[in-house]
């Protein structure tokens, strides 16, 4: 099992221009969650799918935001136009259900700087 | 509505020490409950989780939680700190009522460990 895969690992961007961060989930599990992670906010649930449909997106902080899972193994989480506050340590987790007893597998992240 | 709270954002321990993060819930009924560990530029993993009747539930490296239904709490605790656990660690809780909402995360107790 490779676990959640998520790419790019790093990326470096200028304001106002899009981003885009990838996320593979692990097979079979039918929830994915969108996380930022700063200094200064911690751990921020962002949106969250179950059998790719999104089921709250109240995290998201602004319509630069938006996030897609257009099938089982695949989702995106885009910004655009990118800004210097929206750097920080994006992670993308999966799990059986949204919740339950099942815990969460996050991937490694990215991390995203906006100059 | 539930919730966790992690008490101390930081904690310090000297090396073989006794490691104790303090985590209490907030639930009508007995939740499930989950440490995550997350080392530097890494994502969190999974450390333990309480799922069932047995109380005390050990984990990864060393690490056990005691489930405490009178105090609502879910302390995480090593008998013996080694430099390599010095992380972030976090408590999170979920519905026992059934799979839907989400993993509620506390907010996090970074752990040092002094030589």
């Known amino acids: 099992d490779a676990g959640v895969i998520q790419s790019p690992r790093h990326e470096v961007t200028e304001m106002g221009q899009e981003v885009t961060l990838r996320c593979k989930p692990i097979?079979?599990?039918?929830?994915l969650f969108w996380y930022r992670q700063t200094m200064m906010r911690g751990l921020e649930l962002l949106i969250y799918?179950?059998?790719?449909?999104?089921?709250?997106d109240s995290g998201m902080p602004e319509d630069r935001f938006s996030a897609k899972m257009p099938n089982a193994s695949f989702s995106t989480l885009k910004i655009q136009p990118s800004e210097p506050r929206d750097s920080a340590v994006y992670f993308c987790a999966s799990s059986l259900a949204t919740g339950g007893p099942y815990g969460y597998t996050f991937g490694s992240g990215t991390r995203l700087t906006v100059v | 509505a539930q919730s966790v709270t992690q008490l101390g954002s930081h904690v310090s321990v000297s090396e073989g020490a006794l490691v104790l993060l303090r985590c209490n819930y907030s639930?009508?009924?007995?939740?499930?409950l989950f440490w995550y560990v997350q080392y530097p530029n890494q994502g969190l993993q999974l450390l333990l989780k309480?799922?069932?009747?047995?109380?005390l539930v050990k984990g990864i490296n060393g690490f056990e939680a005691e489930f405490k239904k009178s105090e609502t709490s879910f302390h995480l605790t090593k008998p013996s700190a080694h430099m390599s656990d010095a992380a972030e660690y976090f408590c999170?809780?979920?519905?026992?009522?059934?799979?839907?909402?989400?993993?509620?995360f506390g907010k996090g107790t970074k752990l040092s460990v002094k030589p």
């Open positions: 309480y799922t069932s009747a047995a109380t």
């Open positions: 799918f179950n059998n790719n449909v999104p089921i709250d």
């Open positions: 097979s079979g599990h039918n929830s």
């Open positions: 639930s009508s009924v007995p939740p499930y």
């Open positions: 999170a809780v979920s519905d026992r009522g059934g799979s839907q909402g989400n993993l509620i």
